[in-house]
Nanobody, 126 residues
């Protein structure tokens, strides 16, 4: 199992930007597909973005498409989420997820599979 630690959350005004990072332990990071999810108070955890093992394939929730960018650095065992043009509705705890690359396509519809970080709070003020 891979262990994940998120960082980079905070308070930002609407229209601003934040960059989240997720550091993974272990020497097999490049065998994992990675994803970002978020959970707002009173709501279910929802898919935000995913990236396959090589970074050659990415996918996004419609609500963040064109504003968020997911990337990874396999040499540094990290995955990042660049968030631009933030909106108050982006406020949530953001979680990093790792699952075997064979399950990459499940990231967009399954919020229970794989390893999870502890989450980082993102708050967007209006």
């Amino acid at each position: 199992q891979v262990q994940l630690v998120e960082s980079g959350g905070g308070l930002v005004q609407a229209g601003g930007s934040l960059r989240l990072s997720c550091a993974a332990s272990g020497r097999t990071f490049s065998s994992y597909a990675m994803g970002w999810f978020r959970q707002a108070p009173g709501k279910e955890r929802e898919f935000v973005a995913a990236i396959n093992w090589s970074g050659g394939s990415t996918s996004y929730a419609d609500s963040v498409k064109g504003r968020f960018t997911i990337s990874r650095d396999n040499a540094k065992n990290t995955v990042s989420l660049q968030m631009n043009s933030l909106k108050p509705e982006d406020t949530a705890v953001y979680y990093c997820n790792a699952r075997p690359n064979s399950l990459y396509y499940s990231i967009s519809y399954s919020n229970v599979v794989g390893s999870w970080g502890q989450g980082t709070q993102v708050t967007v003020s209006s």
